[in-house]
Nanobody, 117 residues
Framework: QVWLVESGGGSVQAGDSLTLSCSVS????????TGWYRQAPGKQREMVAR???????RYADSVKGRFTISRDNERNTLYLQMNALKPEDTAVYYC???????????WGQGTQVTVSS
């Protein structure tokens, strides 16, 4: 069992920055893949950013150049640095992890990000 706990969400103005954190209950390097997803009201959950154990990253087109996914191997923490936030970034953001698989089999409880214009 892997526990993921997100933090860092909040309400900000358009153009502001936020950093989300995801605390992982075991060594983050044991996870094949980690990532961030988001779900806005009335919409499907979508991938925001992905980071493999080999440090390969992938981003949704809508956040490329604005968001950065990273991890701290010593603190077993995953981050999502979000810059130049837009109202359309408003959503619940979820941390996800894959243990023993390249798909996600563990999810956090989510943290709300609200961006006002």
């Amino acid at each position: 069992q892997v526990w993921l706990v997100e933090s860092g969400g909040g309400s900000v103005q358009a153009g502001d920055s936020l950093t989300l954190s995801c605390s992982v209950s075991q060594r983050i390097l044991e996870l094949s893949v980690t990532g961030w997803y988001r779900q806005a009201p009335g919409k499907q959950r979508e991938m925001v950013a992905r980071l493999t154990v080999g440090e390969t990253t992938r981003y949704a087109d809508s956040v490329k150049g604005r968001f950065t996914i990273s991890r701290d191997n010593e603190r077993n923490t995953l981050y999502l640095q979000m810059n130049a936030l837009k109202p359309e970034d408003t959503a619940v953001y979820y941390c996800a992890a894959g243990l023993g698989t390249r798909s996600y089999n563990y999810w956090g409880q989510g943290t709300q990000v609200t961006v006002s214009s």
